[in-house]
């Protein structure tokens, strides 16, 4: 099979890609390009990720969500990186300056499991400049 100088794949490689992109789905785009931007920042894939493990995750926020509680004010955020996601769960905060639906962090800390999804309390977590 003939090889491209440029790029260094098979032929059919390329026009295979080409016809993935062309049939898939928005969504499916997004997530692919999600997983390698998480990927190039050195972030384990969310999917990956089990409880009690130290991880560092990459990607957008999908959901960010004051959840009242009885003495606690907790701030909720999903954070999606194209295979799964893990809700960062900050105690005591009612809102926090840039943590917004849409944009782009990396956090870090303990994964828990809370009613069967994958949780981080109180993450450290570096927010990536807006695109």
Do not use: W
Not at 13 to 42: I, W, Y
Not at 61 to 73: E, G, S, W
Not at 91 to 117: F, H, M, N, W
Request: aromatic residues 6%; glycine residues 10%.
């Amino acid at each position: 099979m003939a090889t491209d100088e440029r790029t260094g794949e098979h032929r059919g490689t390329g026009l295979r890609r080409f016809f993935e992109r062309l049939t898939a789905s928005e969504a499916e785009l997004d997530a692919r390009h999600l997983q390698q931007e998480s990927a190039k920042c050195g972030a384990m894939p969310a999917g990956q990720c089990r409880r009690g493990q130290v991880v560092s995750v990459s990607g957008r926020l999908r959901t960010v969500a004051y959840t009242p509680r009885t003495n606690l004010p907790t701030l909720e955020a999903e954070l999606y990186d194209g295979s799964d996601v893990v809700t960062l769960v900050f105690l005591g905060r009612r809102s926090i300056v840039g943590i917004e639906p849409g944009r782009q962090l990396t956090a870090k800390g303990r994964i828990a499991i809370r009613d069967d999804r994958k949780v981080i309390y109180n993450p450290y977590y570096e927010l990536e400049a807006p695109r």
